[in-house]
T-cell receptor
Framework: DVKVTQSSRYLVKRTGEKVFLECVQD?????MFWYRQDPGLGLRLIYFSYDVKMKEKGDIPEGYSVSREKKERFSLILESASTNQTSMYLC??????????????FGPGTRLTVL | GQNIDQPTEMTATEGAIVQINCTYQ??????LFWYQQHAGEAPTFLSY????GLEEKGRFSSFLSRSKGYSYLLLKELQMKDSASYLCAVRVYYNQGGKLIFGQGTELSVKP
């Protein structure tokens, strides 16, 4: 079974703090994703990485950056946390295959509260 | 733009059948996924459609009509454990294999 783990289930930070969210997958997947999930808005893509050291902006990248130094690990960074970044953050991974089902596998999420 | 619509909430009775609809307007359609998400847990894959028609997997079935921009998830013989949020997601063409656009999710409550 694919396993995607996230470093924390719950996190509380203060406005202006630098925040790191870590995600690790154990199935040698090339692609990794960071989403945020908010009531009424669904999951929205922040950033994704299609391989080590490669990254692409998603639909809502403002206020975030990412790092992918190793294939199994994808980090989301909030350079200066703000209250509007309070949300559930979900990481996902998948193989780099085109034209087939190739579903994404999700981690359990990190609920971040910024005070 | 990209838009996916699904009902916010639905309620059904244990043992019954429920159909959750999803309509979409996206560019570069390359497949539609349904995920199940229990409260506080990770979304888990349920079904995938890329061609028109019905895909059946046990108590769950999913239907797609590309010309109408429409899909539904059908859950039969409902069980209490089916109470969860059901996420419709369309894969659109993008760099390196496409990206998913999600609907807001449908919260299903199954009552005894």
């Amino acid at each position: 079974d694919v396993k995607v783990t996230q470093s924390s289930r719950y996190l509380v930070k203060r406005t202006g703090e630098k925040v790191f969210l870590e995600c690790v997958q154990d199935m040698d997947h090339e692609n990794m994703f960071w989403y945020r999930q908010d009531p009424g808005l669904g999951l929205r893509l922040i950033y994704f990485s299609y391989d080590v050291k490669m990254k692409e902006k998603g639909d809502i990248p403002e206020g975030y950056s990412v790092s992918r130094e190793k294939k199994e690990r994808f980090s989301l960074i909030l350079e200066s946390a703000s209250t509007n970044q309070t949300s559930m953050y979900l990481c996902a991974s998948r193989l780099r295959l085109a034209g087939v089902r190739n579903e994404q596998f999700f981690g359990p999420g990190t609920r971040l509260t910024v005070l | 733009g990209q838009n996916i619509d699904q009902p916010t909430e639905m309620t059904a009775t244990e043992g019954a059948i429920v159909q959750i609809n999803c309509t979409y307007q996206t560019s570069g359609f390359n497949g539609l996924f349904w995920y199940q998400q229990h409260a506080g847990e990770a979304p888990t894959f349920l079904s995938y459609n890329v061609l028109d028609g019905l895909e059946e997997k046990g108590r769950f079935s999913s239907f797609l009509s590309r010309s109408k921009g429409y899909s539904y998830l059908l859950l039969k013989e409902l069980q209490m454990k089916d109470s969860a949020s059901y996420l419709c997601a369309v894969r659109v063409y993008y760099n390196q294999g496409g990206k998913l656009i999600f609907g807001q999710g449908t919260e299903l409550s199954v009552k005894p």
